[in-house]
């Protein structure tokens, strides 16, 4: 069993940053791989980025370029750094563990689930 908790999120403005932090307690952090979604209101959720189990790191589009993906073993911690956020970035972002290798992007493939945390992006 793994258990994730966000955190992190808030109001901000246009073109600002953000860090996102989901820490991890339970089983091996390292054997699994960590991937970011997020779900806007009225819209189905999304998949934002992963970083695998090898440390391969992978982006929707929408983001690319703008949010990075990193992780840090020592501290059970995956982190996800949001720059030059959109309003279109509002959405309430969740961190999930997998156990799949190769690049899970589908939510379906996550096995474990945080509660979320939500930013809200002003123009």
């Known amino acids: 069993q793994v258990q994730l908790l966000e955190s992190g999120g808030g109001l901000v403005q246009a073109g600002d940053s953000l860090r996102l932090s989901c820490a991890a307690s339970?089983?091996?952090?390292?054997?699994?791989?960590w991937g970011w979604f997020r779900q806007a209101p009225g819209k189905e959720r999304e998949f934002v980025g992963g970083i695998n189990r090898s440390g391969g790191r992978y982006y929707a589009d929408p983001v690319k370029g703008r949010f990075t993906i990193s992780r840090d073993n020592a501290k059970n911690t995956v982190y996800l750094q949001m720059n030059s956020l959109k309003p279109e970035d509002t959405a309430v972002y969740y961190c999930?563990?997998?156990?799949?290798?190769?690049?899970?992007?589908?939510?379906?493939?996550?096995?474990?689930w945080g509660q979320g945390t939500q930013v809200t992006v002003s123009s």
């Open positions: 999930a563990a997998t156990s799949r290798l190769g690049y899970p992007s589908q939510g379906s493939e996550y096995d474990y």
């Open positions: 339970g089983r091996t952090f390292s054997s699994y791989g």
